[in-house]
């Protein structure tokens, strides 16, 4: 009974941004551009409370690369790309900024968490800058958790944990603890 109710919220978010939505859809077919995907994204971030994270979740779900329905994406959070994948009981602190990610399962992040695309967006594959953006997507294992104000770069195995103000530069083995900056495994499994 309450998943039935919960989709039934779900659809009416839905409904309620399709505008947005089918904005966003015109946009991914008659162009490469993802301006219009942005300003919604901005539109849709500063609504408050519990409606904002329905119309938020609605909105991205329609929109990002594959999204599952039962998310929850905080105040003032936002997808920079339409190229993230979330898989199901997502959990997004508020302010944080996302962009070509993949989050597992059960993945929470706290507030403030910034998870970019990659970590050479601006250089090449010898280290050179270069003028054509390049996006890796970045991987965050199911049931992690990310601590406030972390940066996380590169992959992030299943069950591990981000301290907060953590920067990841390098992966991170599954169901660890890292920490620092850079990041380094405070504790690993026995």
């Known amino acids: 009974m309450r998943r039935a109710i919960k989709a039934l919220v779900f659809g009416i978010a839905w ?42 979740g609605a909105f991205y779900c329609a929109t990002l690369a594959n999204c599952h329905w039962e998310t929850h994406i905080g105040f003032g959070s936002i997808f920079t790309h339409r190229g993230a994948t979330l898989a199901p ?33 601006h250089f090449g594959g010898e280290g050179e800058l270069v003028s054509e953006t390049r996006y890796d997507t970045v991987r965050i294992g199911a049931g992690c958790w990310v601590g406030e104000g972390a940066i996380v770069l590169a992959e992030v195995g299943a069950g591990s944990v981000v301290a907060a103000g953590a920067v990841i530069v390098k992966p991170v083995p599954e169901r660890c603890l890292v920490g620092g900056n850079p990041g380094q495994v405070l504790r690993s499994p026995p």
């Not at 089918?22 to 994204?41: D, I």
């Not at 900024?97 to 967006?121: C, E, F, N, Y």
């Open 89 to 121: 009981n997502v959990s997004i602190g508020a302010y944080c900024v996302i962009g070509h990610a993949d989050l597992g399962a059960g993945v929470m992040t706290g507030s403030r968490v910034s998870i970019p695309s990659g970590k050479r967006q």
């Open 15 to 56: 409904i309620a941004v399709s505008p947005l939505i089918l904005l966003t859809w015109l946009e991914a077919k008659l162009s490469r551009s993802e301006h219009v995907f942005q300003f919604c994204a901005h539109l849709v971030a500063p609504l408050p409370g519990w409606p904002g994270a329905k119309l938020r």
